[in-house]
């Protein structure tokens, strides 16, 4: 019924940036919060940012002043502007948002996840 579709990952060298998109379609009657997770080999998945539909913003410590997490309610979709990348941000990254369908509660969808890596 709901599908994210990531895009924006790849291989950047130390302090470069990237950004990340991730894109909700179906039939989707309303998105509450939008986050990004990530996880690195042989880690438990971490969130990184969440940012509500009214656009309030948290972001885990290791990344604040870095990343910036955004969306486009028009487009149903979320950014993640990702600066002054280091080698520890290398991870698989995740979208997540809580969606909802006609008539239908709110439900936590997944992407399919995107590969960041960040050379030395």
């Known amino acids: 019924q709901v599908q994210l579709v990531e895009s924006g990952g790849g291989l950047v060298q130390a302090g470069g940036s990237l950004r990340l998109s991730c894109a909700a379609s179906g039939s989707i009657f309303s998105i509450n919060s939008m986050a990004w997770y990530r996880q690195a080999p042989g880690k438990q998945r971490e969130l990184v940012a969440t940012?509500?539909?009214?656009?309030?913003?948290n972001y885990v410590d290791s990344v604040k002043g870095r990343f910036t997490i955004s969306r486009d309610n028009t487009k149903n979709t979320v950014y993640l502007e990702m600066n002054s990348l280091k080698p520890e941000d290398t991870a698989v990254y995740y979208c997540?948002?809580?969606?909802?369908?006609?008539?239908?509660?709110?439900?936590?969808?997944w992407g399919q996840g995107t590969q960041v890596t960040v050379s030395p």
């Open positions: 940012i509500t539909r009214g656009g309030s913003t």
């Open positions: 997540n948002a809580e969606c909802s369908v006609p008539g239908g509660p709110y439900v936590a969808y």
